[in-house]
């Protein structure tokens, strides 16, 4: 089993201060439990450490001196400098709040620390820690093996799987299943003549795993209090929402579970024509009056766009008695909205937004992505974590971030639509995804990136084939509103080829 690499940048720009606190935090993780493979780097400049952030997939905290100094040219005037000699002069090269920001707004799950004066505690610490901050330590602090084992713990927190975890753990105890389901374990299979072969292909641990909700150390996804709620907490933070919840029947049912909630029989809706069928059957559900807005069509290459962003706005102000308005960003073609304008319009008439992410859970985590739905200001955001994380086919998240939540509705409805006997790998799959995308998530995405490039190339250098570019895939009316596309999604124009769909499907 492959065990991970993890470092931690220290960002100071005094080069005798940094090197001893590389020397003794390595040699503190040399010598402690190291699980995560622990390793501490330097920079001695703001721009140095946030190259290093964006090239280095394997950086999961950084501590940032709250000083940060550039020398200039020229001597000082005092006479007397740190070696006895003249000193030259040094200006402030960015505020700590400043260079916490700029993290966060490239890696905004990595850990930050910040290196402070302790005399200065109390007017540091109020300012940044109004930032994503994780904690601090005095600048004098010499207690190395303290230091580590403090960013030891909070990469530990952050690596948590409190639901697979309690699974696992129960599953490997071996207890006797005297509940459902009727397998028990995998025992009817096990010894069948007729039967076994599934036993035996599936594997053990997918019956030992199938569970009952009678296992109260597992929680209740109906009703979570435990080891489920801990773990759609910890999704919240990592997706930076108010609350997520884990959904077992895909994005489809997610979609219909908040129309319900917010949408009352005979209350108007806006929704794109081409939103995905889950949505018209919430407007059914719900007994709403829907608005439809038609979408762009790219006619040559039978690509549906987004909705024209003048026919959104026009919409939002001609309809100001909407309770929602439902969008689809990204496409299955990675088209995206400039969402932010279109939700502050909304907002502006007190209408809320669910943006239906269904093909685009992973782009929290890479900073070309991004923004998301929710940092564009999306009240709700449905994601397939199944399509482009590694959760199993029909676990999803539901994020929310609207301050005005009626949760108790919300829960009524998402259990309207959840089975009393939810499986339990399913929700295990969606705690891990989670964790997959905090931990290594950058690192993967940009290799995705990178590969997503190549293959661009590599397709277009047949000559037989052609990858659309955005400007292909935009239809006119939308080509002035700001859509971008998903890198990871790649379309390929095969006219050229000589083949049909068809026959080139069958060769594949």
């Not at 470092?7 to 940094?18: S, T, Y």
């Not at 010894?191 to 150390?217: R, T």
């Not at 400007?471 to 002035?480: A, C, G, I, R, S």
Request: aromatic share 8%.
């Amino acid at each position: 089993m492959s065990k991970p690499t993890s470092k931690v940048l220290v960002i100071n720009d005094e080069p005798l201060i940094l090197k001893d606190l590389l020397k003794g935090l390595n040699a503190a993780a040399r010598t402690l439990d190291n699980p995560f493979g622990l390793t501490f780097i330097g920079a001695l400049t703001a721009r140095e450490g946030l190259q290093l952030i964006e090239k280095d997939g394997d950086i999961q905290t950084v501590i940032v001196d709250d000083k940060l100094y550039a020398v200039q040219e020229g001597p000082r005037k005092t006479p007397v400098g740190r070696n006895g000699g003249k000193e030259p002069p040094r200006s402030l090269q960015v505020s700590a709040l400043k260079l916490v920001q700029k993290i966060t707004a490239l890696r905004p799950e990595l850990d930050i620390y910040i290196l402070i004066e302790k005399e200065k505690e109390d007017q540091v610490v109020d300012v940044l820690f109004a930032e994503a901050v994780d904690g601090y330590f005095y600048r004098e602090e010499r207690d190395y093996r303290g230091m580590y084992r403090i960013l030891n713990a909070q990469i530990a927190e952050r690596a948590r799987t409190p639901f697979y975890d309690a699974l696992r753990a129960y599953v490997l105890s071996a207890k006797d299943a005297w509940h459902t389901p009727g397998h028990s374990s995998g025992d009817s299979l096990r010894g069948s003549p007729w039967v076994n072969e599934f036993y035996e292909f599936m594997g053990e641990h997918v019956f030992d795993a199938d569970l009952s909700v009678s296992v109260k150390a597992l929680d209740s996804l109906l009703e979570p209090t435990g080891v489920i709620a801990e773990a759609q907490q910890m999704a919240a933070k990592a997706f930076g929402a108010r609350k997520t919840f884990f959904a077992t029947n895909g994005t489809s049912t997610a979609n219909k579970v908040i129309l319900q909630t917010l949408i009352a029989p005979g209350e108007k809706l806006l929704l794109d024509r081409n939103c995905h069928k889950s949505v018209h059957h919430g407007v059914v559900l719900s007994g709403a009056r829907p608005v439809y807005l038609d979408s762009s069509v790219n006619r040559k290459y039978g690509v549906f766009g987004p909705v024209p962003k003048k026919t959104l706005l026009r919409a939002i102000e001609e309809h100001p008695d909407a309770q929602l308005l439902v969008l689809t960003s990204c496409t299955y073609d990675g088209l995206r909205y400039d969402l932010k304008p279109i939700i502050d319009a909304a907002h502006a008439r007190n209408i809320k937004v669910l943006i239906d992410e269904a093909w685009f859970s992973h782009a929290r985590f890479h900073p070309d992505l991004r923004p998301t739905a929710l940092e564009s200001g999306a009240d709700y955001a449905t994601q397939s974590a199944h399509k482009t994380l590694s959760a199993f086919s029909q676990a999803a998240f539901i994020h929310v971030n609207d301050a005005g939540f009626k949760e108790h509705l919300f829960r009524e409805n998402f259990n309207m639509h959840t089975s009393t006997s939810p499986m339990y790998s399913l929700i295990a799959s969606l705690d891990v995804s989670r964790k997959q995308a905090v931990m290594e998530g950058y690192k993967l995405l940009a290799r995705t990136l990178m590969l997503a490039d190549e293959l661009r190339q590599q397709i277009d250098s047949t000559g037989a084939f052609r990858v659309l570019t955005l400007e292909d895939l935009l239809p006119d009316e939308v080509k002035d509103d700001g859509i971008r596309l998903d890198p990871t999604k790649i379309t390929v124009d095969i006219s050229a080829c000589g083949m049909t769909v068809d026959e080139l499907q069958q060769e594949l």
